[in-house]
């Protein structure tokens, strides 16, 4: 007997009295395993406790209708007059809604639902509400209105609009949960079936890209039975044919894969149609800019509707969307799941216009990477290093986009130069060698010059030197035949690198100044900066502290100028080693600390691992070696994680050698490789936090220094300012109060907290989201 037939026989009963109806209602039977979803269970049930109308949405095979029957199932006892199931997928009428819900709840066909449903209290499940979304809503409003005891549990891929609605967005299943269905689905296909050490990786890499869409999961198991795991992973770029074959007791649409989304395509407008596709061009995610710039056009979609289509495709479950940054740099992030991706591709394709929309695509990614060089010496350095690790995917479809295409080569490698600040940055040197590489050997001559100094750049920084010399010989012989100052001035600083990787500092030097008054000819005062900061590290080499520190100091001079954090960090890191030296540890850990927050706050993995480097070599020589042994643990795995050795540092690594072997002596080998073991398993954020010995356990709201001391409401301004990057001067100014007044708090403030540098105000500041707070002023 059917679920429903079991439901109607229990609503009779009840009816004549005979036999006691426990739980009325028509819920089908479970045929197979639950799996998962533990927290959308409770999350669901407490939103149904407190709403009486809840829509679970998302994307089409995300598992909306199992989980609200399982909601259902589990809110039975709350509902004596029953939990209804009215199954709406095969319903096309609008005007046969009513009667839908009557035959579910077994009530006479004329009865009136709001009369006969006003003293009960039930749950009605209207499942699959997409295409009769209006009706719906108007049915759901007229009965709760008039019935308070009745709830409503409905499943559409979009919110049906309805007054009092709650939402909740249903997620693809967690990767744990992905893996347990797959292999419990599997099992149950393929007799014998189990997941071990052959096939575990193949049977992750399914689950990661069928996105943990259950439906798609459910269809590779069943594939499962023709092909072996790693052979389906191979065949999955033609998802949609090769999950072709479900239940033929399902509806049509939820046979496979391409059914189940054809019919979300089916009910979108052309606009969002044609959106839909054209946003298949990004990779990962994208931003309202970008989808202006590449999917407007003045037919289908014109610019000033791009928005509107946006956000019905999100009611629709057919992008996400995320609010990523904090204040000025907040941005609305836009996302596809990989499926959904695949089949607006294959809409695209037929359409004759990919090319078309792949070459916006790159166009705009290329513009983005040149506003970011226009834009990198300002106090919006940080946001753009964020933005362009956020646009990594874009970036890369952009780059693999111009090394297919022959006439884009001489683009793409501009484009990969102007990145090359990022590559560094953001840690991925080799990836940023790899793209550097395949474009030079399809670009122009004349076009090569500028890669090919950012190419060395690289290969000095990944301690490559044979690389390195070729490419910036080969850059500065094509720069001097075209005239171009930029790039001379580029191989002159680049070439002092490797000179100063390789010992030679008397080269380095010469190099360097070479560089800067290039640069200063140019006007480009970030390069000033750095040759600066270069000139200053090749100085405290050699032993010349005098001129290390005032080449240092004049870099930082002209960072605070510009409100410029990166290169102002490394020049308080050369700072920092010259107080070191100097016997002056706690102004060297100052120093050393301010410089790795400010490079872990832009993202900077190279210049974190450096704060690192310095702080392990002031522990070493301070007698804490069990401390000096962790630091050098997590430079390490950093180091690693960037493939960039002392980031091509050089010389630096004797002193590394020097006092890793002091603190290894001082522990003994045991001691030592389990502290650097330790200190190489931390994350980059729990390694800054004990670098500079933040307190992370101090409960929300208790100042970590002695006796409990809270911050004053001032104190604390400052302290969100001191975060943000802020000199006592900025402070004073922003607060309109004295320099000397702005010192003062700086000063209580660390006696309050028991700490001893401002990076430790800005580790503990930030923590605790000070810096993104308004200030007093602005109340």
């Known amino acids: 007997m059917s679920g429903s037939a079991n439901g109607n026989a229990n609503a009779n009963a009840n009816a004549n009295g005979t036999v006691p109806a426990q739980r009325p209602g028509n819920l089908p039977a479970e045929l197979t395993s639950f799996v998962g979803r533990r927290d959308e269970l409770t999350r669901v049930k407490r939103l149904l406790s407190e709403a009486r109308l809840v829509t679970l949405t998302g994307v089409g095979g995300v598992g909306k209708t199992r989980l609200a029957l399982r909601v259902a199932q589990q809110a039975q006892r709350a509902f004596p007059d029953g939990t209804w199931l009215v199954e709406l997928a095969a319903l096309d009428d609008p005007g046969l809604l009513a009667q839908s819900v009557r035959t579910a709840l077994a009530l006479p066909p004329q009865a009136a639902l709001a009369e006969t449903l006003r003293d009960r209290r039930l749950l009605l499940v209207l499942d699959n509400c997409e295409h009769l979304q209006d009706a719906c809503a108007v049915l759901a409003e007229a009965v709760l209105r008039a019935c308070p005891g009745v709830r409503v549990l409905a499943t559409s891929r979009h919110r049906l609009g309805a007054h009092g609605e709650h939402t909740f967005a249903v997620p693809p299943l967690a990767l744990p949960d992905r893996e347990a269905l797959l292999a419990a689905r599997a099992a149950a296909a393929v007799p014998g079936f189990a997941v071990n050490p052959r096939n575990a990786a193949d049977m992750t890499a399914l689950c990661t ?22 052979e389906l992973v191979a065949r999955l770029d033609d998802r949609f044919q090769l999950l072709d074959t479900g239940s033929s007791a399902a509806l049509p649409r939820q046979q496979t894969l391409r059914a189940l989304v054809d019919w979300s395509f ?16 990004f990779a990962g995610e994208c931003d309202l800019e970008a989808v202006q710039e590449v999917c407007a056009d003045d037919d289908a979609i014109p610019q000033q509707q791009v928005l509107a289509v946006l956000a019905a495709l999100i009611d629709k479950s057919v992008l996400s969307c995320e609010h990523r940054g904090a204040g000025a740099g907040a941005r609305a992030r836009y996302r596809m799941l990989e499926t959904v991706r695949r089949y607006g591709q294959e809409r695209l394709a037929a359409t004759g216009g990919a090319d078309a929309l792949r070459g916006r695509h790159r166009d705009h990614y290329r513009g983005l990477a040149e506003r970011a060089v226009r834009h990198w010496f300002s106090p919006s350095q940080g946001e753009w290093l964020e933005r362009l690790r956020l646009e990594h995917p874009n970036l890369r479809a952009a780059l693999e986009f111009c090394v297919l295409r022959p006439g884009d080569a001489a683009a793409g490698l501009r484009m990969a130069a102007d990145l090359g600040t990022y590559w560094e940055g953001s840690g991925t040197v080799a990836e940023g060698r790899r793209w550097l590489d395949r474009l030079l ?35 500065g012989r094509l720069a001097r035949d075209l005239g171009d100052a930029r790039v001379l001035a580029q191989v002159a600083l680049f ?23 290039r640069h200063r000819e140019l006007g480009d005062p970030y390069a000033v900066a750095m040759s600066l900061f270069r000139l200053a590290l090749v100085a405290s080499t050699g032993g010349d502290s005098e001129s ?12 605070e100028a510009h409100g410029e954090l990166w290169a102002r960090a490394y020049a308080q890191w050369v700072l920092g080693v010259e107080k070191w030296r100097g016997g002056d540890a706690a102004a060297a850990s100052a120093l050393a600390g301010e410089s790795l927050l400010a490079n872990h706050r832009i993202g900077d993995r190279l210049g974190v691992a450096l704060g690192l480097e310095l702080l392990a070599w002031i522990a070493a020589t301070g007698a804490q070696p069990d401390r000096a042994a962790s630091l050098f643990g997590a430079a390490h795995a950093l180091w690693q994680a960037t493939g960039s050795p002392l980031a091509g540092f050089g010389l630096l690594a004797e002193c590394h ?15 030592y490789l389990r502290d650097f073991q330790g200190g190489a398993a931390l994350s980059p954020e729990q390694a800054v936090g004990f670098a500079l010995g933040v307190d992370r356990s101090a409960a929300p709201g208790r100042e970590p220094g002695a006796g409990g001391a809270r911050l ?13 990057g802020l000199t006592n001067k900025e402070i004073a100014a922003s607060l309109v109060i004295a320099q000397r007044t702005a010192e003062s708090h700086v000063e209580n403030i660390l006696a309050k907290l028991g700490f001893t540098s401002r990076a430790q105000i800005a580790s503990w500041a930030t923590q605790r989201q000070l810096a993104s707070a308004p200030s007093e002023s602005a109340v």
């Open 209 to 230: 890209r069928l996105d943990g869409l259950p439906l798609a999961l459910e269809l590779a198991a069943v594939r499962l039975r023709s092909l072996s795991p790693g």
């Open 266 to 281: 089916g009910l979108c407008t052309p606009a969002e149609q044609a959106l839909w596709t054209r946003l298949s061009v």
């Open 441 to 475: 050997a399809r670009a122009p001559e004349e076009d090569r010059a500028g890669g090919l100094a950012v190419a060395g750049w690289l290969a000095v920084i990944q301690n490559d030197p044979t690389a390195a010399e070729a490419a910036l010989a080969e850059a």
């Open 495 to 517: 070439r002092g690198m490797a000179a100063m990787s390789v010992g030679d500092l008397r080269l380095s030097a010469e190099l360097y100044e070479e560089a800067l008054a």
């Open 548 to 559: 290390a520190v005032a080449r240092s100091e004049e870099c930082r001079a002209l960072c």
């Open 657 to 671: 050698e020097t006092w890793s072997a002091a603190a290894c002596g001082a522990l003994g080998e045991r001691a």
């Open 712 to 724: 004053t409401r001032r104190e604390t301004e400052v302290a969100a300012m001191v975060a943000r």
